[in-house]
């Protein structure tokens, strides 16, 4: 399979339009489908190239989201890779790790912002493994829709626990995150039988309290 990189460029002039709006009204707009979605040129071709249907995306509710432009160091990790998000969410972040910290739960970010262009490589990787697209998007977004484009999203790990896996939901820092998340603006992205499509997904969470960077369907 050819890389996408050349789809990028012409991506950066079609994606970021200024058709945005707050997360959560965007969010509201979507299950009834009252109106067709539109998806912008670069989201098309990047979904054929893929070979990912415009008609499992339209069934899945998915929303497209713009790459965030602004971006802060949330936090540093192992081997001191930088996780970024909107400088909101990684204050945001900051405060709700501190105040897990004081109750004695420990929390890290295993990842944060990530690229069009690197969701478009996780993908490719997973074709080249012999999955079905089915099975690709049962964990993960078509590039463009996935909310880690916008650099309000994490997947969260704690010691002890195997990181993006279901057990992290028998861990206290789930317990914690579940009765005390949306107090920093914080909630779960894919609870079970989400609306969505994907699989249940206990550690990834969004930061929804500011004005997420989503296009207009």
């Given at each position: 399979?050819?890389?996408?990189?050349?789809?990028?460029?012409?991506?950066?002039?079609?994606?970021?339009?200024?058709?945005?709006?707050?997360?959560?009204?965007?969010?509201?707009s979507l299950p009834g489908l009252a109106?067709?979605?539109?998806?912008?040129?670069a989201a098309m071709r990047i979904l054929?190239?893929?070979?990912?249907?415009?008609?499992?995306?339209?069934?899945?509710?998915?929303?497209?989201?713009?790459?965030?432009?602004?971006?802060?160091?949330?936090?540093?990790?192992?081997?001191?890779?930088?996780?970024?998000?909107?400088?909101?969410?990684?204050?945001?972040?900051?405060?709700?790790?501190?105040?897990?910290?004081?109750?004695?739960?420990?929390?890290?970010?295993?990842?944060?912002?990530?690229?069009?262009?690197?969701?478009?490589?996780?993908?490719?990787?997973?074709?080249?493994?012999?999955?079905?697209?089915?099975?690709?998007?049962?964990?993960?977004?078509?590039?463009?829709?996935?909310?880690?484009?916008?650099?309000?999203?994490?997947?969260?790990?704690?010691?002890?626990?195997?990181?993006?896996?279901?057990?992290?939901?028998?861990?206290?820092?789930?317990?914690?995150?579940?009765?005390?998340?949306?107090?920093?603006?914080?909630?779960?992205?894919?609870?079970?039988?989400?609306?969505s499509g994907y699989a249940y997904e206990?550690?990834?969470?969004?930061?929804?309290?500011?004005?997420?960077?989503?296009?207009?369907?």
């Open positions: 399979m050819k890389k996408m990189m050349f789809h990028l460029a012409k991506a950066k002039d079609d994606a970021y339009s200024n058709r945005v709006v707050p997360w959560k009204l965007r969010q509201r109106h067709m979605p539109t998806f912008t040129p054929e190239a893929l070979g990912i249907p415009v008609a499992m995306v339209l069934a899945r509710n998915l929303v497209e989201f713009v790459e965030a432009t602004s971006l802060e160091v949330a936090e540093t990790g192992q081997e001191g890779r930088k996780h970024m998000l909107a400088p909101a969410a990684a204050k945001a972040w900051q405060r709700l790790k501190d105040a897990a910290s004081r109750d004695g739960v420990e929390l890290n970010i295993i990842s944060a912002f990530r690229s069009v262009q690197r969701q478009v490589e996780i993908i490719e990787r997973k074709i080249s493994k012999g999955l079905s697209i089915d099975q690709i998007l049962e964990f993960s977004a078509p590039p463009f829709f996935s909310e880690h484009h916008t650099g309000c999203a994490i997947d969260v790990g704690t010691p002890g626990s195997k990181d993006l896996e279901r057990e992290f939901e028998e861990t206290e820092a789930f317990v914690w995150l579940s009765q005390h998340a949306s107090d920093y603006g914080f909630e779960m992205s894919f609870p079970l039988n989400n609306t206990p550690w990834h969470w969004r930061y929804t309290d500011t004005l997420a960077p989503s296009l207009t369907g």
